[in-house]
């Protein structure tokens, strides 16, 4: 069953499908950002799994054990780093949608185009 | 002074005298036009003092810089760009003295502005002129383009800015869509594009590929005004009088033509374009121009247009001349750069006197105006006739040149183009001339008017004397251009 | 001294980053803009110095914290990233020492150090890009910037700027996931990040599908960023509504900066090892260029908003840029690189004229600037210069690389014609939206709409106006730095070709 034995390539895809298709459609400023976040955590989700190995555990030396399998650290640590991105990506995505708010009234994408071709 | 220094002073003296123009503009209108004449004086010392050398056979250059590996801003003097040179610099101060009787007579607005331009044309002029490479020659090819728009805008009224973008549109976009590539191609081909004797390109290019590049350089040079990139000239004559005259009858316009004749030299070859087919499409194009032009001048009703599709018609025979591809018929093209120049700057600087003393711009209101303006009106019948080509005026002299070229080359068309047009230009000359004369005035007595301000007419009859002087004495310019032809191998 | 001189390309992003957080702290008037000038032209000396320096043919390699690569993270500087470094800092500091009348207008006194502080954060994150040779370190310098420059876009007055950047924020997060999932699959196939090792192991798994669906997740990220075409969507607002002195500052940059990134990963890590990759590039881009220059052009020749069209103009002008690249060839990626150069020169000299008209003209429509080159016919002239350049008259920069552009396309025979067509297509039609610039300016009547009491830009803003004007033609006939620092970038680059 090969496609059951990369199922979660495929949580990633349709995780990044479900965001995009967010960010695309939605016009509510704070769906799409919603939907953002989800298309990037599918991302991190992508080295989460492209680390794991076989059997392996975290990567700490333990006293006394020999031959031990350790998953890859590194995309684990790269993604801590993109987790940081998304959320002040996210922060600053939604503090300009406050001050959106404040300055048109509305957070519904089509409200504010119309506000200005007035 | 050594003859490098010549060079560069010729570019540096307008330029100079541009800034100089400038600054006296906001002090003294006399001061400003005072600069003028000086400058257009000490360009005329730089540049002829350069005459003796290049007539004696040196060919003068100097070096600026490299741009890109193999590409310079170099000069080089050589007959035709002398000529030239030496043609626009001695116009420059006649035209200069018109200026200011025009202008002050006109009461035209922005005159600093005008006499600024004015000096940074004829600086890019000087260095088409003695351009040593195809680079310069575009580098100030498009800053003398850009350098007259806002002479040709100078008005800056609706009409006149639609106008001066006509000019500037099929001016730039002929430049950067034909002349350009033309250019990079020839440089891209033969790694070079210095202009020498005898030509560049031969065993580089062959075949259609010629007649190809031929046009690019042709229709490129649109300042040349072969049909169908003509269209900028009319449009340009909305330009205060003295910029028609100058420019659009003596600098931009032979640019031009002197482009085109200079690649066909220098960069083609004659005796290569000649043994090449493919090319001969050139010499009918001219030769319809020619006549297309003088039918169209027939139904003018406005003087300077009709001087205007003159020009288009005359610059043609100077490119039908360089297309016949005989060594007489070069000299000729030379000859006729310089013989029309004081024909039709003697014709606009009349044109322009009739407007500044009596607003009149149509051919219908000329009627026994010779009574009234007889000078100017003497100039303007002078200036017909060598556009002509009847004796004893200048224009007589290089059409026999260009028949002789024809006869070399037993090239028939060109005769018939040459006699048919002829009868063309009697066509919608005499008719003026007789009218001015010999028919009654029909002024109004309330729009009474006498001659023109006094620079003008100084600046009118120099150079209708101008054009009987060269009929009596052309030698010296024989003789120059003649070189062109006995370089090549 | 020399031990400093090693430190080069890690003082590029430390000296603007250090700086960020200590210009937050400078309350009084005017000193965070002090600081961040001062520390902007820092920057500048030390990329004039690493340009010396390469050219010179110093080799520029730093191992951060002394970890050597391929575990460690790895700084590179060569001649390609010499030449945009000088052209980030270098827009930087003229933006900032040009702009300080503008910013004040725009940016409320006790906004001011939060904005600089993001400034030099925006500078910092593209140096890191170009000092970088590690591809995740990449992505986090890419976000760095790309955040920092969010909030100075929206940091000015006009609220359209808010929605314009909510589109950008959105569409440069997409590009750069994409480019993470990229540098991901390829981590997972290679199990490097160092481009250099990249490219060596890349070689044993070029024909695995993740390959090549990294290679397109890549490219498409970075054009996003880029605003390639159709993916630029997000530029011409961004652009129009920034506080000026930002626009002067991105548009003379920051698209440049991922067009780099593009080229790098492309030409050092994917070209050589993907089979038929030479020709999917060409013909992924090439199109694209062409489409970009004609459809750019044309609606900026439609644009009456004098800062959309020049934007518009950047969009047709990343075409140029795109097109050198996807010929492949030297005189291909030399004209690209130089293009890249000489229309930072172009663009930002002209932003630099359009900030000194918005300091009397609060409305930049075409149709409101009459009587403008009578009152401020300085900055109308230096519009005029930076206008030619973009054109490509000779005499002046822009005229350089269309020449190599030119020559370069003629190399690819009857094609080539072709794409000379479109490259004299598109300056024609830049004629006729710089001249739409120049009527209005010279020859329109003056409006009910026309402020009372123009006067000339401040002195120090028109000085450096002329400055930018000026070094369009003085790099367009003193051609020797530019040119050398593209030859050399554009034969590494295709040096990693078979």
């Keep these: 069953m090969e496609f059951l034995g990369i199922y979660h390539y495929w949580v990633f895809a349709v995780l990044l499908m479900i965001g995009f298709y967010a960010v695309v459609a939605k016009v509510n400023l704070v769906k799409k950002l919603i939907g953002l976040s989800v298309f990037q955590s599918a991302v991190f989700l992508l080295y989460i799994t492209m680390s794991k190995v076989s059997g392996g555990t975290a990567p700490i030396f333990q006293k006394g054990e020999v031959d031990q399998i350790f998953s890859n650290p590194l995309p684990q640590v790269l993604i801590l780093t993109a987790i940081v991105v998304g959320i002040s990506t996210t922060a600053l995505g939604l503090g300009i949608v406050v001050r959106i708010k404040e300055e048109y009234g509305t957070i519904e994408e089509h409200e504010i185009q119309e506000i200005d071709r007035r | 002074m050594n003859p490098q220094l010549l060079i560069l002073?010729?570019?540096?003296?307008?330029?100079?005298?541009?800034?100089?123009?400038?600054?006296?503009?906001?002090l003294n209108d006399n001061l400003r036009e005072a600069i003028t004449l000086v400058t257009a004086g000490l360009l005329i010392a730089c540049v002829w003092s350069l005459l003796p050398l290049v007539y004696g056979g040196g060919r003068p250059g100097v070096e600026l810089f490299e741009v890109l590996p193999g590409i310079t801003v170099a000069f080089k003097v050589e007959p035709l760009g002398m000529m030239f040179a030496a043609l626009a610099s001695g116009l420059w101060l006649v035209n200069s003295i018109y200026s200011i009787g025009y202008m002050r007579g006109n009461r035209e607005q922005k005159q600093t502005r005008f006499y600024v331009m004015f000096a940074v044309s004829l600086a890019a002029t000087m260095g088409i002129a003695f351009a040593g490479n195809l680079f310069t020659l575009f580098l100030f090819y498009e800053a003398l383009t850009l350098s007259t728009y806002p002479l040709v805008s100078h008005k800056g009224d609706q009409k006149t800015v639609r106008s001066a973008r006509v000019y500037l549109g099929i001016l730039i976009s002929a430049s950067i869509g034909l002349l350009l590539p033309a250019i990079i191609w020839t440089y891209s081909v033969t790694g070079t594009g210095d202009f020498t004797a005898g030509g560049i390109l031969r065993g580089h290019v062959e075949g259609p590929a010629v007649g190809l590049l031929l046009g690019l350089f042709v229709f490129g040079a649109a300042k040349a005004a072969v049909m169908p990139v003509h269209r900028w000239l009319p449009a340009a004559m909305v330009a205060p009088t003295p910029v028609s005259a100058l420019l659009h009858a003596v600098a931009v316009v032979k640019a031009g033509v002197f482009t085109i004749t200079k690649v066909i030299v220098y960069v083609f070859g004659v005796d290569f374009l000649f043994a090449e087919p493919s090319s001969s499409w050139l010499f009918y194009a001219a030769a319809f121009t020619i006549i297309a032009a003088s039918l169209v001048a027939l139904r003018q009703q406005n003087i300077k247009r009709l001087l205007a599709y003159s020009t288009v018609a005359q610059l043609s025979y100077v490119v039908m001349a360089a297309a016949i591809l005989k060594p007489l018929a070069e000299v000729g093209a030379a000859i006729h750069m310089l013989a029309h120049a004081f024909g039709k700057i003697t014709l606009f600087f009349a044109a322009g006197a009739i407007y500044t003393a009596s607003k009149k711009t149509e051919l219908g209101q000329l009627r026994g105006i010779g009574r009234r303006m007889p000078i100017t009106m003497t100039a303007f019948t002078i200036g017909a006739l060598s556009m002509i080509g009847v004796p004893p005026t200048a224009g007589f002299v290089s059409k026999w040149y260009i028949l002789a070229g024809a006869f070399q080359a037993d090239n028939y068309v060109a005769i018939a183009t040459i006699i048919i047009s002829t009868a063309l230009n009697a066509a919608y000359f005499l008719p003026i001339v007789y009218m001015a004369w010999f028919e009654k005035d029909n002024t109004p007595p309330d729009q009474a008017h006498g001659e023109a301000p006094f620079a003008t007419l100084l600046a009118l009859s120099i150079t209708a004397a101008l054009t009987i002087a060269f009929f009596i004495y052309s030698a010296p310019a024989y003789e120059l251009e003649a070189q062109l032809v006995r370089w090549a191998p | 001294m020399i031990a400093l001189e090693n430190h080069l390309p890690v003082l590029q992003v430390v000296v603007p980053m250090l700086m960020a957080p200590l210009v937050v702290l400078l309350r009084p008037r005017g000193l965070a803009w002090a600081a961040a000038a001062a520390s902007s032209l820092m920057s500048l000396v030390i990329a004039i110095q690493l340009v010396a320096g390469v050219l010179s043919g110093t080799d520029y390699s730093y191992a951060l914290g002394g970890w050597e690569a391929p575990y460690g993270i790895e700084l590179q500087v060569d001649d390609f990233s010499a030449l945009v470094l000088l052209l980030v800092t270098a827009a930087s500091s003229i933006a900032l020492l040009a702009g300080k009348a503008s910013l004040d207008q725009a940016i409320e006194q006790h906004r001011q150090p939060l904005f600089f502080s993001a400034w030099?954060?925006?500078?910092?994150?593209?140096?890191?890009?170009?000092?970088?040779?590690?591809?995740?370190?990449?992505?986090?310098?890419?976000?760095?910037?790309?955040?920092?420059?969010?909030?100075?876009?929206?940091?000015?007055?006009?609220?359209?700027?808010?929605?314009?950047?909510?589109?950008?924020?959105?569409?440069?997060?997409?590009?750069?996931?994409?480019?993470?999932?990229?540098?991901?699959?390829?981590?997972?196939m290679t199990g490097t990040l160092n481009l250099a090792d990249m490219e060596l192991r890349i070689h044993e798994v070029a024909d695995q599908r993740p390959i090549l669906v990294a290679a397109g997740f890549i490219t498409v990220g970075l054009a996003l960023k880029a605003a390639v075409f159709p993916l630029h969507v997000w530029l011409p607002n961004a652009y129009t509504y920034a506080p000026h002195a930002v626009s002067v500052f991105l548009a003379a940059c920051a698209t440049k900066v991922s067009l780099y990134v593009l080229l790098r990963f492309d030409f050092v890590v994917f070209q050589q090892n993907l089979l038929g990759h030479e020709l999917q590039f060409a013909a992924f881009l090439m199109p694209l260029a062409v489409l970009a220059i004609l459809v750019g052009s044309a609606v900026a020749i439609y644009e009456y908003n004098l800062k959309r069209l020049l934007a518009y103009s950047s969009v047709a002008q990343?075409?140029?840029?795109?097109?050198?690249?996807?010929?492949?060839?030297?005189?291909?990626?030399?004209?690209?690189?130089?293009?890249?150069?000489?229309?930072?020169?172009?663009?930002?000299?002209?932003?630099?004229?359009?900030?000194?008209?918005?300091?009397?003209?609060?409305?930049?429509?075409?149709?409101?600037?009459?009587?403008?080159?009578?009152?401020?016919?300085?900055?109308?002239?230096?519009?005029?210069?930076?206008?030619?350049?973009?054109?490509?008259?000779?005499?002046t920069a822009g005229f350089i690389s269309k020449w190599y552009l030119v020559d370069a396309a003629l190399d690819k025979g009857i094609p080539g014609l072709a794409l000379v067509a479109v490259i004299v297509a598109g300056s024609l039609m830049a004629v006729v939206y710089i001249w739409r610039i120049v009527e209005a300016l010279w020859f329109a009547e003056e409006t009910e709409n026309t402020p009372q009491g123009v006067r000339e830009a401040p002195a120090a803003m028109l000085a450096l106006i002329w400055l930018a004007a000026l070094a369009n033609i003085y790099f367009g006939l003193v051609t020797e730095l530019p040119r050398e620092l593209a030859t050399v970038s554009a034969e590494s680059l295709l040096g990693h070709l078979p």
Aim: proline share 2%; aromatic share 8%.
């Design chain 3, 318 to 395: 990343i075409g140029y840029i795109l097109l050198g690249a996807s010929l492949v060839s030297i005189g291909g990626l030399t004209a690209s690189l130089l293009h890249m150069f000489n229309h930072a020169l172009a663009k930002g000299a002209l932003f630099l004229a359009v900030m000194g008209l918005a300091m009397r003209f609060a409305q930049l429509d075409l149709r409101n600037l009459g009587g403008a080159a009578r009152h401020m016919p300085w900055t109308a002239a230096a519009m005029a210069v930076a206008g030619l350049s973009l054109i490509g008259i000779p005499g």
């Design chain 2, 9 to 26: 002073a010729a570019l540096g003296v307008p330029l100079t005298g541009a800034l100089l123009i400038g600054l006296a503009g906001r």
């Design chain 3, 120 to 188: 030099l954060l925006v500078l910092a994150g593209l140096a890191g890009i170009l000092v970088s040779a590690d591809a995740f370190n990449i992505f986090v310098f890419m976000e760095i910037s790309s955040l920092a420059s969010y909030v100075i876009v929206a940091g000015g007055t006009d609220r359209r700027a808010l929605p314009a950047v909510f589109k950008y924020l959105i569409m440069g997060t997409i590009g750069a996931t994409f480019y993470l999932i990229g540098i991901g699959l390829v981590y997972m």
